[in-house]
Every structure is written in structure tokens, then in C-alpha cells.
């Protein structure tokens, strides 16, 4: 049913806006998070030239932006289609906007639809998932600095190859055959969303990839995208095809991780098939995996350094995977949770780092000189590192955590930073005083009529439409204080 959706669907819509050199991007109802969702989401949905999702309310959805951008590398589609911020609401400020926008980029988005654009809002009383970030807002004036940087990222972010090391499967086949697909699914989205923010990125990865992969170097290999670990989510069904490509990873030296539950059954001959569990119990050996609890992991290694891994608690993933290979990305010293990008273009290593303190010391599995390229005025500063070694580099980051991060390595020796210099950097304090005058001043253009009736050629201040209040017996004079907590007064409209 699938495959006659696509052929008679899908395939011939992309084929037609493709054609005549337009873009087709989708946002549709469970986002990737339905994975039978026309039967199969990511298999359809590779028909589109922008794969892609809102994130309502200022939203950072792993599963989402992942699902979305996974099709893109899959099928090398030139963008991933962000649709943003359905309902976040009137009171959205630019800096949420930016920090919404730069978020969703680096876990994989790289081209923008702000959702709404109201011709008309009947003065107020007619609106569709607020806000509307264009005309009707106070930050208009600034919007285009924001859009220019936006489109300087868009372009470098969509430049070569995604880098990762973790192809974890969409669990479609056992939702299909009514074999545990919800302990698939939650278990592949558990997984996701505690590897994410601990710095190890990765792409989810459909059937039909795992078929085109090639096996190269101990990697598998698939539109220009290299992975060294293959991750099966409790798949208790599998293609038969795919269990094949698996086992000829494992031989040649790759390394492959089931989390929850094994395969045991596929679409060769359902259950029972003893060529399947053959193969299963080569890549995993057959140990009594029912007697494991939730923190015992079972390697079984081969000849080649093969690795068929086995263990039960998805949150266990990423301890495993610290210890078998050197990390793209780590944090080496400091705190906070990443939002990490790489991208290979040509001679040039592209991480994208946003979410981490200033000074944060970070290990990115790379060499060579490195520069900060500025997306809000295009401009390039080479950047000192702590140390490099055979394995990557270490430096600390160079901006505050609500700024673009986009560090591009190339070839060339890096500089290397002086530690004493950081060390001994004097700082100035400037009084500013404890009075403080301001005014406010009107926004809200009122010519079509957008905020009240009838329309007037003219800005509206600022209003009070609500109040809080509590009897006057119940205050003292600490209510003035600043810190006072008033959350128990009544509301009224004024």
C-alpha cells in the first residue's frame, strides 16, 4: 500500500514541483512521530525537496527536527523545512525568536518559515495561532539583521555533508506487523532524546538506506553520510534484507547495538525462521539475554573487531558508546547541554554549537586552523586553541550561550591560545546609578484597523487590559517591595 502511494502520490507531486525548480516542504500531523503515519513516514515523505516540521510554542522537539533532517541526508534533499512557532503567542520576543531559530538549527534545520503572516486580525478579534512575527511587531524594525543572519546560516548549514557517528533504525516494520511497535518506538525516541544532549549526535535511518549502504572501513556508508555504529531499537521485526546488511557489518569490523529486544521475525518467513536466528545469534551470541537486568550490557566481539552489542536500558546508550569510539564532540570541561552540528564541505569542518557558556573547553574530533564565522555580518575571526593533538582539538568557546557558535576547522596550523593572557583579563565596572527615566512609546500600527475598530491612521500605546488586586485589608507596605509575591491576588479585566 505504501509503495502504491508512492508511485501514484507522492512521487509524481515531487516529481512535478521539482521539475520546474520549486521547493517542496511538508508539515504534517505527527511530525515523524507517528512513524506509520501514510504507512510509513520517512518512506513517503522522502518525496519531499524540504522534509520538515513546526515546533509549536518556541519548541526544540529532538524527534521531530531529527526525523525531518534524517530524510534529508538519506535522500540528499537540499533543506530541511523548519516551520516555526506555531502558537508561541503575542508575547514572543526577538531574543526567544533567535534562540528558538538557532536551536532548531543546529539539531538539523537549515531553512525557515515563520508560521504566521494575518493580512488582517478584524481589530483584534480574529487570530490563528499567534504570533505574528512580521509587520504587527514592535522588534519589526530589527527583523532584517535577524533574516540575514538567518539566510547566511541556512546556506552554510546546508553546505555538504551531515557528520555523525550513530544511525539509529526508524522503527516502522514492528508498528507494521503488530509486534511490539510502541517498545520500538519508545525505545528509539528514548534513545534519541537522551543521546542528543549529551553531545553524541546522530541520524535516524530508514530500511531502504540500510539496503544502499556500503560498508567501507569499518563504516556504512550512504549518501556521502559515514556512521560507525548501527543501532536496532527493540526491532523484534526487521526487513530480512536489513538483518543481512547488519551481519556483513559485524563482519567487517562494524558495530552493531540492540537495545530492549532482538530480532525475531522478519518479512522473509514471519517467526520461527531459522536463518534469521542464525544470523541474530551471530551478531549477538546466544547468551540468556532474559536473565540480563537493566544495567548489564553483553558484548560479543569477532576476529575482524566486530561488535554485536546487547543490553536493556536505552539511557545505558551513551555510556556504552563513550567507551568504543573517540567522540566527534564533547564537552571536556564545564556544563550545560549542547546543540551540536557538523557538516563536512569540501576541505572545511563546519560544527555549529549553540546552548554552552562562554570559556566552556570542548574536544571537536578534527585538526587545522580554526575560525569563528560571524552569521550576523559575514565576518571571519580566527580563533586560538587550547591544545591539538592526532585526535582533534581542544578550545574553549569564544561566546556566551545565546550566541551562534560556528567554528570551521580547515587546513593550516591552529593558533594556540595564551593561557596567561585569559588568565590575567581585567574587567571594568561602570555605576550606573539607581534613577532611571524612560517612556513608552507606540508600536501598535492601527491603519488596517489590526487592533481595534475602526481603523485608525495611527500607533496605540501601551494598555492595560488586566489588573491584579487583593483588599486593601490584606496588604502592608511590603507589597512595594520588589521582591514581594503578589501570585495569590485576584485577576480582573479592566
Not at 508512492?6 to 511530525?31: A, I, N, Q
Not at 550566541?403 to 555605576?431: C, D, M, R, W, Y
Request: aromatic content about 12%; charged content about 20%; proline content about 4%.
Amino acid at each position: 500500500m505504501v509503495e502504491l502511494s508512492e508511485v501514484g502520490f507522492f512521487k509524481p507531486v515531487y516529481d512535478w514541483y521539482t521539475s520546474r525548480g520549486m521547493l517542496y516542504g511538508c508539515d504534517h500531523g505527527g511530525r515523524g512521530q507517528d512513524v506509520t503515519e501514510f504507512g510509513d513516514y520517512f518512506r513517503t515523505q522522502r518525496w519531499m525537496s524540504g522534509p520538515g516540521a513546526d515546533q509549536p510554542g518556541l519548541g526544540r522537539n529532538i524527534i521531530k527536527s531529527k526525523v525531518a533532517s534524517s530524510i534529508s541526508h538519506m535522500y540528499e534533499r537540499p533543506r530541511t523545512w523548519l516551520e516555526g512557532f506555531y502558537g508561541s503567542g503575542w508575547g514572543t520576543s526577538s531574543e526567544e525568536l533567535a534562540s528558538a531559530i538557532f536551536a532548531n538549527y543546529a539539531m538539523g534545520f537549515n531553512l525557515l518559515s515563520l508560521h504566521g503572516l494575518y493580512y488582517t486580525t478584524h481589530g483584534s478579534w480574529w487570530e490563528w495561532a499567534a504570533p505574528d512575527n512580521h509587520f504587527r511587531q514592535p522588534y519589526w524594525q530589527h527583523a532584517k539583521d535577524l533574516m540575514k543572519c538567518n539566510e547566511r546560516l541556512s546556506y552554510v548549514l546546508s553546505q555538504g555533508h551531515h557528520v555523525c557517528d550513530v544511525a539509529l533504525m526508524y522503527p516502522v516494520e514492528p508498528f507494521q506487523a503488530a509486534l511490539n511497535g510502541d517498545k520500538a518506538v519508545s525505545t528509539a525516541f528514548d534513545i534519541a532524546r537522551d543521546l542528543y544532549p549529551s553531545g553524541v549526535d546522530f541520524d535516524f535511518m530508514d530500511f531502504k538506506s540500510l539496503d544502499r549502504c556500503v560498508i567501507n572501513n569499518k563504516h556504512l556508508e550512504v549518501s556521502g553520510e559515514k556512521y560507525k555504529l548501527l543501532i536496532l531499537p527493540a526491532m523484534s521485526v526487521v526487513r530480512y534484507s536489513n538483518i543481512e546488511k547488519a551481519l556483513e557489518f559485524y563482519r567487517s569490523g562494524g558495530i552493531v547495538l540492540a537495545v530492549g529486544s532482538l530480532p525475531e521475525a522478519s518479512d522473509r518467513a514471519s517467526s520461527g525462521d531459522s536463518k534469521l536466528q542464525s544470523m541474530v545469534d551471530e551478531i549477538f551470541g546466544n547468551a540468556d539475554f532474559n536473565q540480563m537486568d537493566s544495567t548489564q550490557i553483553h558484548f560479543n566481539k569477532n576476529a575482524a573487531g566486530g561488535n554485536g552489542i546487547f543490553l536493556k536500558n536505552p539511557v545505558e546508550v551513551k555510556r556504552v558508546i563513550s567507551g568504543l569510539f573517540t567522540p566527534d564532540f564533547k564537552i571536556e570541561n564545564g556544563s550545560g547541554t549542547p546543540y551540536i552540528l557538523h557538516r563536512k564541505a569540501g576541505h572545511r569542518d563546519l560544527y555549529f554549537v549553540y546552548g554552552l557558556p562562554k570559556g566552556t573547553e570542548c574536544f571537536f574530533r578534527t585538526k587545522g586552523k580554526v575560525e569563528l564565522w560571524n552569521p550576523w555580518d559575514g565576518t571571519v575571526t580566527e580563533t586560538a586553541v587550547s591544545s591539538s593533538t592526532n585526535e582533534g582539538t581542544i578550545l574553549k568557546l569564544p561566546l556566551d550561550e545565546n550566541q551562534t557558535q560556528l567554528l570551521v576547522f580547515s587546513s593550516g596550523e591552529p593558533k594556540i591560545a595564551n593561557q596567561s593572557a585569559h588568565e590575567n583579563v581585567k574587567t571594568e565596572v561602570i555605576e550606573i546609578g539607581n534613577e532611571w527615566e524612560f517612556e513608552l512609546k507606540p508600536t501598535l500600527d492601527n491603519k488596517y484597523g489590526d487592533y481595534r475598530l475602526p481603523a485608525l491612521d495611527a500607533k496605540i500605546g501601551a494598555e492595560v487590559w488586566e489588573m491584579k488586586f487583593a483588599p486593601e485589608t490584606n496588604l502592608s507596605k511590603d507589597w512595594q517591595n520588589p521582591s514581594f509575591n503578589g501570585s495569590n491576588w485576584q485577576a480582573t479585566d479592566v
